[in-house]
């Protein structure tokens, strides 16, 4: 069984920053790729960034040059630095780890908002 857990969403002022962290725990080997997605009210998921293993990122258009995704390969955890927030960035922000197996493993979430 594998757990995601995420955190370090909250509110905040436009203009501001964020950090998420989301940590995968369990009898886990290393993911492939771990990805944030959010999805606001009425809106489809969008997938926001996605680092593998190797370190290679890649972000949504809306959010480059303001989001920055890293990871821990021991810890299993990655993070999101949230830069200069807008006010469309409200959302739930998930975590996904993706296995070696491909197998998708999810977070409850973070509500991330960003008031005007």
């Known amino acids: 069984q594998v757990q995601v857990v995420e955190s370090g969403g909250g509110l905040v002022q436009s203009g501001g920053s964020l950090r998420l962290s989301c940590t995968a725990s369990?009898?886990?080997?290393?993911?492939?790729?771990m990805c944030w997605y959010r999805q606001a009210p009425g809106k489809e998921r969008e997938l926001v960034a996605t680092?593998?293993?190797?370190?290679?990122?890649n972000y949504a258009d809306s959010v480059k040059g303001r989001f920055t995704i890293s990871r821990d390969n021991a810890k299993n955890t990655v993070y999101l630095q949230m830069n200069s927030l807008k006010p469309e960035d409200t959302a739930v922000y998930y975590c996904?780890?993706?296995?070696?197996?491909?197998?998708?493993?999810w977070g409850q979430g973070t509500q991330v908002t960003v008031s005007s």
């Open positions: 996904t780890a993706v296995s070696a197996t491909g197998a998708g493993y």
């Open positions: 369990g009898n886990v080997f290393g993911f492939s790729r």
């Open positions: 680092i593998t293993g190797g370190g290679r990122t």
